[in-house]
């Protein structure tokens, strides 16, 4: 029940949204020769284009593979994709000193994307790669989420733009300035921009009250969403990976225990060869004793995962220049 009335209140931010947008049009088209229509539906479609919702867009680090250059990787992103059941990514991206891996749709014509972060991706055995990858198709928000986070993310707009607005800083110190530099004379209590600003103030505290109601009714409201989002993100993960694979990747992004040491042969001057196998070594201990090679994964061999690297391999130099930026 708290996951309908979420999405009603969800849809009705967006509604209201779509109002002004709506509102904006009608005034110009209506009144063409007035230019008072035309500033009260400039600022109407103004005031609609702020409260949009956004669309995720690529990081401007992140570089585009083509699927030529990089056919295993490619391959390796579509058979994880199949399994979790969510379209096949267009193009795949990597960044040099992100830690996280992203898969979603982006830019105006919604295409899906997989971006890669190298420093983990260059700790990670072939089955924990398919974890990463089936971890990041799992993520990937239904449409109910979508329409939920947006309003949120509308919400947050109207409050910062009614509840947080404040005098200009630059104004404040020209104001200042004159005052001192005058010995008092032109200190005038009460000037026409202090008033205005005082009631443009009054007036978004009166407006503002409304739009923190209803922020606060979804932000009480999306945790039992919330709750179903991770349920449902880990149903999909386990269609590619183990529970115990999970908890395993997990627990080593989380930590980032898996980067100091890479950054320490990264400032030796290792190569990127000997940096992998160095990373890989942590996953040779078991309970048993120490394996010959890291295990292969059902989607991804250990031969395929060294293709990988090759495919990667100028990127990988590239990116441990810059590792030890990364905190």
Request: avoid cysteine; glycine fraction near 8%.
């Amino acid at each position: 029940m708290k996951r309908l009335i979420a999405l009603v209140l969800a849809l009705l931010v967006h509604l209201m949204t779509l109002s002004f947008a709506a509102l904006g049009g009608w005034a110009i088209a209506a009144h063409v020769t007035s230019p008072l229509a035309w500033l009260l539906g400039g600022l109407s479609l103004a005031v609609a284009w702020v409260l949009r919702p956004r669309l995720r867009a690529m990081a401007g680090d992140a570089e585009v593979l083509e699927r030529a250059a990089a056919p295993e990787l490619y391959a390796l992103a579509d058979r994880v994709a199949d399994r979790i059941r969510v379209p096949r990514p267009r193009e795949v991206a990597v960044r040099d000193l992100a830690t996280d891996t992203w898969y979603g749709r982006v830019g105006p014509l919604r295409r899906p994307v997989l971006v890669i972060g190298l420093p983990l991706w260059l700790a990670l055995p072939a089955r924990q790669r398919v974890t990463l990858l089936a971890l990041a198709y799992a993520r990937v928000p239904t449409r109910e989420e979508l329409v939920v986070g947006g309003a949120m993310e509308t919400l947050d707009a109207w409050r910062d733009a009614l509840m947080e607005a404040a005098p200009l800083r630059v104004r404040e110190e020209a104001q200042t300035k004159i005052t001192a530099s005058s010995l008092g004379i032109a200190d005038q209590p009460g000037t026409a921009y202090e008033v205005a600003g005082f009631f443009g103030r009054l007036l978004g505290r009166v407006l503002g009250g409304p739009v923190l109601l209803a922020r606060y009714a979804l932000a009480r409201l999306a945790p039992a969403s919330e709750a179903a989002a991770r349920r449902r993100q880990r149903e999909l993960a386990l269609r590619a990976a183990s529970p115990e694979e999970l908890a395993e990747l997990e627990e080593l992004a989380a930590g980032h225990g898996y980067l100091a040491p890479i950054q320490a042969a990264a400032l030796r001057g290792e190569s990127v060869a000997a940096i992998r196998e160095g990373a890989l070594t942590r996953f040779l201990l078991t309970e048993d004793g120490v394996l010959t090679s890291a295990p292969d994964g059902e989607l991804l061999g250990g031969a395929a995962s060294g293709r990988i690297d090759e495919e990667l391999r100028a990127h990988y130099a590239r990116a441990i220049r810059g590792f030890g930026l990364i905190s």
